[in-house]
């Protein structure tokens, strides 16, 4: 990651400064099972102070430029032990385009085939558990799932479903 402040100049001639943080692409991934339970993965924040559950993502090490399929799969084996035979892309998100430029590209993992997760030495205190749609939707309304790309991907998971 890197900040700068960039001058800038506004239409009506107003110079100023803009704080940019700069972060390499990102993947998340939505696991999904055959019965439709969706696999998340818990751990501590330390921006947040507390522990958040969100779907798996990361990006490549050392700001590595790495296919978005390739950093997909590479995320859920590391975070989750779980292979999938398919991936497919819901679409991507701009993380906080008013402060960054990391951009991030969701996609639905199926097919999937459990193993070890290789978590970074980071991810120890990493925990993982499947949910039902219906319990996924109970902790969005109760604030226990407040990741807002985790959010926004099941905003694009939805609409996917619905075939819009």
């Not at 799932?145 to 939805?158: F, G, I, K, R, Y």
Request: net charge negative; glycine share 10%.
């Amino acid at each position: 990651m890197s900040v700068r402040e960039d001058g800038i100049r506004l239409p009506d001639g107003t110079e100023g400064l803009y704080g940019i943080v700069d972060k390499p692409t990102y993947a998340l991934v939505i696991p999904r099972d055959d019965d439709g339970r969706l696999h998340l993965v818990e751990q501590y924040r330390y921006p947040v102070g507390g522990r958040r559950w969100e779907f798996p993502a990361g990006t490549a090490p050392d700001r590595a430029d790495q296919d978005p399929a390739e950093l997909a799969v590479r995320e859920l084996v590391e975070e989750t032990g779980l292979a999938a035979e398919h991936m497919t892309l819901l679409g991507t998100l701009d993380c906080a385009p008013g402060m960054s430029s990391q951009r991030g590209n969701v996609y639905l993992a199926t097919g999937l085939t459990a193993g070890p997760p290789r978590r970074e030495h980071s991810e120890q205190d990493m925990r993982a558990a499947w949910f039902t749609t219906a319990e996924l939707t109970a902790m969005i309304r109760r604030g226990a799932l407040t990741d807002a790309q985790s959010l926004a991907a099941w905003a694009l998971l939805t609409l996917h479903d619905a075939g819009t």
